[in-house]
């Protein structure tokens, strides 16, 4: 159990902005809305934002957690019972047995109510001290814009993406200690990172005030991070983009975020893609498409087309008599090859009116004109 003092004091729901019953995913996507808008990227010198910021990741640092929500839901739905020892139980419990007054319990007469509370919060003295609370924290996620090309989106590439963001100091590789020197353990918590504060029968771990919950202290301080471990700093991160990304997807990439804290892991790297145009294709989804113009004579008697694609060789469309303007042909097997399967090429005919007719074209035209008996639009008049 790793339950702290915050626990009683912080609603987790209320400063994520979710309801209790939330899914796991509802609570991911609004950590990292309130962490894009409070980011001390985005807040430079707001301290308001950057309280804000640590809030919410302390938060999701509990309700993330799927181990330390059933804790933290479990310590509030037993209320303000589970408090400190001086408050609603205070006098109904001890750590020494029953009272001058026979009001007090062992801990064993908790039964399983007292391993409960035991383990989330520690014994008393007598049991053998409080559990060091865990100050670990994993880094923050980031999010990242990639340009590709149409053809690369299509087939897959290897590219590298240069951020600025927070990464490990290049010159004390994290530790925060100058070169030559390194961190020693804090001398009060022992290494821990916790201290124990007492309160009666129940024993509360809190980060260490020395160490900040490291458990180390540098004493002389890297010249470049000033002790933090990590700098601001443009870094190149390798991206496989897979073949058949599609404009607007994201993909993970995990542990390529900001480094954790106290030992904590990296957070992850999301690189939303965004497709080019191409000047002849489209695409929907696993195919692709094609618009090409024909002509009024080419519709009414039909014809074969030769059209591209996208990589091979020219393919042949039959034009069957009497097409309309704007009739779709499937060409199987010509689209983007992904990991589903390949899609289709999407051929659609667009019947082209010339603007500006030659004189000749003009007097074929009228000749046309007198053919027409008023049948076509027969339909649209009379009873």
Avoid at 146 to 166: I, K, P, Q, R, W
Avoid at 181 to 191: I, K, L, N
Avoid at 201 to 215: H, K, N, V, Y
Avoid at 352 to 373: C, W
Wanted: charged share 25%; hydrophobic share 30%; proline share 6%.
């Amino acid at each position: 159990m790793t339950a702290q003092r915050e626990w009683f004091e912080k609603d987790y729901y209320k400063i994520l902005g979710i309801a209790e019953d939330a899914t796991p995913k509802d609570v991911t996507r609004a950590y990292r809305q309130l962490a894009r808008k409070y980011h001390p990227d985005t807040n430079a010198g707001d301290a308001t934002a950057e309280e804000r910021f640590k809030e919410v990741s302390a938060a999701y640092d509990v309700v993330g957690d799927p181990e330390k929500r059933k804790e933290y839901d479990e310590l509030r739905r037993l209320g303000p019972a589970a408090g400190m020892g001086d408050g609603a139980w205070g006098g109904g419990f001890g750590a020494g047995g029953p009272g001058p007054g026979g009001g007090g319990f062992r801990v064993e007469d908790l039964g399983g109510l007292g391993d409960l509370l035991g383990g989330m919060f520690g014994r008393g003295a007598r049991r053998g001290g409080a559990r060091g609370a865990t100050t670990a924290r994993k880094g923050a996620d980031l999010e990242a814009d990639l340009h590709l090309a149409f053809g690369d989106a299509v087939h897959g590439v290897t590219t590298t993406l240069t951020l600025t963001s927070e990464a490990l100091c290049s010159t004390c590789g994290g530790s925060g200690a100058a070169p030559g020197t390194t961190p020693v353990t804090c001398s009060r918590c022992g290494g821990r990172g916790v201290v124990d504060d007492n309160q009666g029968f129940f024993s509360f771990s809190q980060p260490c005030p020395a160490c900040a919950g490291r458990g180390t202290i540098v004493e002389t301080p890297c010249p470049t991070c000033v002790g933090r471990g990590v700098e601001r700093r443009p870094r190149d991160v390798k991206v496989r983009i897979p073949a058949g990304v599609e404009d607007g997807q994201r993909i993970r990439l995990a542990g390529r975020g900001e480094p954790g804290r106290s030992g904590g892991p990296a957070g992850d790297l999301y690189v939303r893609v965004q497709v080019g145009q191409h000047d002849r294709f489209g695409r929907k989804g696993g195919d692709l498409t094609l618009s090409v113009p024909i002509t009024y004579a080419e519709a009414t008697l039909g014809t074969e087309l030769t059209v591209p694609t996208l990589d091979g060789p020219t393919v042949t469309v039959r034009i069957p008599s009497g097409t309309r303007h704007g009739r779709t042909f499937r060409v199987r097997g010509r689209g983007v090859e992904a990991k589903k399967g390949t899609g289709d090429l999407l051929v659609t005919v667009e019947i082209a009116v010339p603007k500006n007719p030659s004189g000749r074209e003009r007097e074929l035209l009228e000749q046309l004109a007198q053919l027409d008996d008023g049948s076509l639009r027969a339909h649209l008049v009379g009873g």
